[in-house]
């Protein structure tokens, strides 16, 4: 939602200019601000831009986003959400502070109402980057989750997320995997651990999506590209096809576009990302301090988005789109230890 809030990237450069075809806005926008997206966004981009729509009214214009009661207007929410369907695929809730104090569970509750009332689905971002709200918040919100809706941040290390205080994944995570519930990783800032990617990896629910809550800031400093978060994967053991599933047929399903984008087929849309797969030796990071050594990168070549062909940009980083050398991270570990 660039222009309209101040971290958002503009959907070209996180887009066909970076690898990636079609990018889905987890709810940059509510009510109060959607019109931005037909009216200047989409308009103005290569990239395919499909949109969830935020249940606080103003979206992510300010930060903290539901600061009272105010801040959701479920009429107008209800009201946007028919003025355009078709383009708006869900409603997102952030279960974050200071929304709970305000609203406790009823956010959520809230944000569902309106998802079920729209015939949408429901995107929940889970992990208190404040640290403030009950851990144990998540055994009542995933609960309410249904077939098609979807949680995302799924390996964050915040408090909210789907381990318990000894490591283990909450019953109610499988439950509702087993309903039908989408599970995304996304990324982002501050929501993403490799100590505990790894363990709900050895407790095997694995993740559906792979995602990168991408933003101006966290394109410079932590999350880069697509192509890096999928580097990411393939460092965590995921083979080569389970890292291409989750970050295309997967997400396709999950917004529902599986008959048009995702794959390739006769008939479809002309949608390709052509990346090259680098041996290296490099580091990537999460977001709590730890580490990946890999020895594989993907890195964009060309993009072509229904037949349109697009060159990557020059990428993130001074060099390029490469991750950080190993050489260098050891190095400057090395220096800062003795």
């Known amino acids: 939602f660039s222009g309209f809030i101040s971290n958002g990237v503009h959907p070209d450069t996180g887009g066909v200019h970076a690898g990636v075809t079609t990018v889905v806005d987890a709810g940059s926008a509510g009510c109060a601000t959607f019109a931005g997206f037909p009216n ?3 308009p ?12 606080c009214q103003t979206g992510l214009a300010t930060t903290p986003d539901i600061i009272a009661e105010s801040s959701i207007n479920l009429d107008g929410t209800l009201r946007v959400a028919d003025q355009y369907k078709g383009l708006i695929r869900g409603i997102k809730a952030r279960m974050v502070t200071p929304a709970l104090d305000i609203f406790g569970m009823e956010m959520p509750r809230l944000a569902k109402r309106a998802a079920r009332e729209s015939g949408i689905k429901l995107m929940v971002h889970i992990g208190d980057t404040e640290k403030r709200y009950d851990p144990n918040v998540i055994r009542e919100l995933l609960p309410i989750l249904e077939a098609g809706d979807i949680v995302t941040h799924y390996f964050t290390a915040n408090p909210g997320g789907v381990l318990d205080a000894n490591g283990k994944l909450v019953p109610e995570a499988r439950e509702a995997a087993d ?4 599970l995304d990783t996304a990324h982002g800032r501050m929501n993403f651990s490799l100590d505990v990617a790894r363990r709900i990896i050895d407790q ?7 995602s990168t809550d991408l933003t101006v800031p966290g394109r ?28 295309t047929m997967n997400p396709a399903k999950a917004i529902g576009e599986e008959q048009r984008i995702g794959s390739l087929g006769v008939g479809w849309q002309a949608d390709i990302s052509v990346l090259d797969l680098r041996a290296g030796d490099w580091v990537v990071h999460d977001v709590v301090g730890g580490h990946l050594r890999v020895d594989q990168a993907f890195v964009p070549v060309v993009t072509v988005k229904r037949g349109q062909v697009f060159q990557p940009e020059w990428g993130p980083r001074p060099w390029g789109w490469a991750p950080d050398s190993w050489a260098a991270f050891e190095g400057m570990s090395f220096a800062g230890c003795c």
């Not at 103005?44 to 249940?55: A, K, L, Y």
């Not at 309903?179 to 989408?182: E, P």
């Not at 978060?229 to 989750?246: A, D, N, P, S, Y």
């Open 204 to 210: 095997g629910l694995l993740p559906h999506c792979i």
């Open 44 to 55: 103005n981009c290569h990239t395919e831009v499909i949109p969830f729509m935020h249940i």
């Open 220 to 247: 410079l400093n932590t999350v880069h590209s697509m192509a890096e978060i999928m580097t990411r994967f393939l460092g965590l053991g995921f083979t080569l096809e389970q890292v291409v599933t989750m970050s």
């Open 40 to 42: 200047h966004i989409i």
């Open 179 to 182: 309903r039908g519930v989408w």
